[in-house]
Each structure stands twice: as C-alpha cells, then as structure tokens.
C-alpha cells in the first residue's frame, strides 16, 4: 500500500473564537472576515496539491474553510463523526478555564483520566472518541484516495488526534490548535504518524 498523506485543519475564524464563546456541535456559526481570510491563505499555499477527497464535519464553519478547494470540483463528503464535542447547556455562553469552575473541574477530569465525564447535557471525550471511529474505519478503508483534506474543530481533532496516534485521551491537551492550523499526517497501513504539527506558515 503507498503512503496515504492526511492533511487535518482547524476551521478558521468565528466571532464567537474571537469573543471567547463556546460553540460546540450545537453552535453552527460562519467565519468572520479574519477566518475567510485565513481559509484563503491557506487554499492560495495548498491549491497545487492533488487532493482526492475532502472532508469536513457538518457543520458550516468547517465546509467555509475549505471552499476553495470545493470550488474546483474535489469530492466532499461532510462526516458527523468529525462535529465539535457537545458542550451541552453550555454552548453559546463564554466559559473559559480561569473563570469558570465546572469547565475546570471538567477539564481536570479528563486530565486525570476520567474521560468519561461531562459538561450537564453535553458528550465526553469517551463518546466523540466512539463515533470518530466510524471516520477512521472509512478512510483507512478507501485506499484510493491517496491525499485528503481533513477539516474539523479544535476540541473534536485533539481526540481524533489521539486515537491516530495510540495517545490515552487523557493527553489530548498536548495537541495544541489555533484556527487554520495545519497537522499533517501519515498513514503507511498499519500506523499513523505526524510530519507537521501545528504549523501555520500559510497563515503568514
């Protein structure tokens, strides 16, 4: 089998990113000027590649960042394994670890391992974890295309991150994202491996 090349993106900027919101799965925004910029930059760095598939979670803001490439006629298939983690009854509020006690302790939780818990009506990594698999099992069953075009958001791609890479969802914090940023793997048919890790070079 040759090299299966998986290029995995954070969506670009929204204003709820901007404003410190919450967005979640339950939150479909837009991007705003700077994300549409950003999806730019980066369709203008990556156009001369040969993608055979893209896709993007179901939600608007992933399908916006990669347009570009949409409008040249690529396939596209929006995939809900790849949607945002549920924050529940917290979406569309601004919580942030500083100020914010049960998003904390939430955190903590999962730090220590327990990967099962979760905001009051929302998932835990556990379950995205669950129906990222899906995912997984499809593109690792689809040999033919060769290149592909990941888009997701940030919570969501730190546990897909893990399950490529054997990583305990407890150590998903390590995989740092920023809107528009670029994780770019490899997968030889028995592993997956990184070859660049959040690089943003096409942001500049």
Known sequence: MSVKKIYLIRHGQTDFNVQGIVQGSGVDSSLNAAGHE?????????????????????????????????????????????????????????ITPQEDAEYQGVLNQWAKGETHARLMGGESPDEVAARQRTFIDLIISRPEEETILVCMHGRAMRVLLCQLLNYNLSCMDAFEHRNLCLYRLHYTGSMFSVRSFLDTAHLT
Do not use: C
Not at 38 to 47: E, T
Not at 59 to 74: A, K
């Open 38 to 94: 950003q999806a730019s930059r980066f369709f203008a760095a990556y156009k001369h590649l040969a993608f055979d598939k893209v896709y993007t979670s179901t939600l608007q803001r992933t399908q916006q960042s990669v347009q570009g490439f949409l409008d040249l006629g690529l396939p596209h298939e929006a995939h809900p394994g790849l949607n945002e983690i549920s924050w529940g009854l917290r979406e569309g509020t601004r």
